[in-house]
């Protein structure tokens, strides 16, 4: 009996599941702290391969994708039919690797057609070198990052809030985030906050927890090839769709890097906990766990369009 009841729990808590033509996939919802507790456990993330039969271009797209974001010792698939090498954190930023990701969907989008072999050429070592060093020569001031996440912050939440959901998680942050907003403008000069004790500038602020969230990027890693894999390619997907919904989960990763930087800030600069990771990742992707329409009209009425350019999708990011 107990045995039964443990197994519905994960049915309906920890499992998503999309029908595909000729196969079924199961994915894990990180809105689940289980979820993240099996994400920061494993030592690698394995995503099963699409069947021969079913393997469609976007399917290849996923695939090269999450080779990108999975560390070298976690292949995603056992047929070794592209040949690029995962970056890890260690190697470039999980920024920079969102930033890849979206200027390669961006190109791919913008051709007539998409085939193996155009996939293949844009996720090659050789194309990948070039953007990584095209990306790297791009200034993306740390100040303009900064203050768009802490409004695109306010703004996800204000509806939550209203209605009174995780109050115990965000009026704390967004008492702090708005305060920023009107009282602290000036990203380089320094700036004391009510009950914190720092007298330093923002600037000096965001890249001393720069340091602090590089050390869970291993779970970021995780976590974000969990979220490609779950929802990037669904069921009667275009490639128009796996643009928005890259957009989407960048919004997300934003959200819950600015929600930590408050936290991290309120803790009094202390270490980024697991305990405090787990709830934010937990809350954010709660939060941002809307149905395809919603996503498409949340971006139409907050963004001037529904696909960004890159620049946009920089500027969130950052490096």
Same mark, same amino acid.
């Given at each position: 009996?107990?045995?039964?009841?443990?197994?519905?729990?994960?049915?309906?808590?920890?499992?998503?599941?999309?029908?595909?033509?000729?196969?079924?996939?199961?994915?894990?919802?990180?809105?689940?702290?289980?979820?993240? +507790?099996?994400?920061? *456990?494993?030592?690698?993330?394995?995503?099963?391969?699409? =069947?021969?039969?079913?393997? %469609?271009?976007?399917?290849?797209?996923?695939?090269?994708?999450?080779?990108?974001? @999975? =560390?070298?010792?976690?292949?995603?698939?056992?047929?070794?039919? /592209?040949?690029?090498?995962?970056?890890?954190?260690?190697?470039?930023?999980?920024? +920079?690797?969102?930033?890849?990701?979206? &200027?390669? !969907?961006?190109?791919?989008?913008?051709?007539?057609?998409?085939?193996?072999?155009?996939?293949?050429? &844009?996720?090659?070592?050789? %194309?990948?070198?070039?953007?990584?060093?095209?990306?790297?020569?791009?200034?993306?001031?740390?100040? +303009? %990052?900064?203050?768009?996440? $802490?409004?695109?912050? *306010?703004?996800?939440?204000?509806?939550?809030?209203?209605?009174?959901?995780?109050?115990?998680?965000?009026?704390?942050?967004?008492?702090?985030?708005?305060?920023?907003?009107?009282?602290?403008?000036?990203?380089?000069?320094?700036?004391?906050?009510?009950? !914190?004790?720092? #007298?330093?500038?923002?600037?000096? !602020?965001?890249?001393?927890?720069?340091?602090?969230?590089?050390?869970?990027?291993?779970?970021?890693?995780?976590?974000?090839? $969990?979220?490609?894999?779950?929802?990037?390619? %669904? =069921?009667?997907? /275009?490639?128009? +769709?796996?643009?928005?919904?890259?957009?989407?989960?960048?919004?997300? &990763?934003?959200?819950?890097? *600015?929600?930590?930087?408050?936290?991290?800030?309120? $803790? $009094?600069?202390?270490? @980024?906990?697991?305990?405090?990771?787990?709830?934010?990742?937990?809350?954010?992707?709660?939060?941002?766990? &809307?149905?395809?329409?919603?996503?498409?009209?949340?971006?139409?009425?907050?963004?001037?369009?529904?696909?960004?350019?890159? #620049?946009?999708?920089?500027?969130?990011?950052?490096?």
């Amino acid at each position: 009996m107990q045995a039964g009841k443990h197994g519905l729990f994960l049915n309906i808590f920890l499992f998503g599941k999309h029908r595909f033509p000729c196969h079924i996939e199961e994915t894990l919802m990180p809105c689940c702290p289980a979820v993240i +507790d099996l994400l920061e *456990q494993a030592d690698a993330s394995q995503f099963p391969d699409v =069947p021969t039969e079913c393997d %469609t271009p976007l399917f290849q797209i996923r695939r090269n994708i999450l080779r990108l974001l @999975l =560390p070298a010792s976690s292949p995603v698939c056992s047929v070794e039919d /592209y040949s690029i090498e995962p970056c890890s954190a260690e190697i470039c930023s999980t920024e +920079d690797l969102l930033l890849k990701i979206h &200027y390669i !969907l961006q190109e791919l989008y913008r051709n007539d057609s998409l085939d193996e072999t155009l996939i293949r050429d &844009y996720f090659s070592a050789d %194309t990948l070198s070039q953007l990584s060093d095209a990306i790297q020569s791009i200034h993306l001031p740390a100040e +303009d %990052t900064f203050f768009e996440c $802490n409004e695109l912050l *306010q703004d996800l939440a204000v509806n939550y809030q209203s209605e009174k959901l995780y109050c115990d998680f965000l009026n704390p942050i967004l008492s702090l985030s708005e305060y920023i907003s009107e009282s602290a403008t000036d990203f380089m000069h320094p700036v004391s906050f009510p009950s !914190l004790d720092t #007298g330093t500038s923002l600037s000096e !602020l965001w890249s001393d927890f720069q340091i602090r969230f590089s050390e869970v990027q291993p779970l970021m890693l995780k976590f974000l090839a $969990n979220e490609i894999f779950s929802d990037l390619v %669904t =069921p009667d997907s /275009y490639l128009e +769709d796996l643009l928005i919904r890259i957009q989407w989960i960048a919004l997300e &990763y934003s959200a819950i890097r *600015q929600s930590l930087f408050l936290q991290w800030l309120q $803790n $009094n600069r202390s270490t @980024l906990t697991f305990e405090m990771v787990r709830r934010t990742l937990v809350i954010i992707t709660r939060m941002t766990g &809307y149905e395809e329409e919603d996503i498409r009209k949340y971006l139409t009425n907050s963004f001037e369009a529904l696909i960004w350019d890159w #620049g946009y999708f920089a500027l969130i990011l950052g490096h």
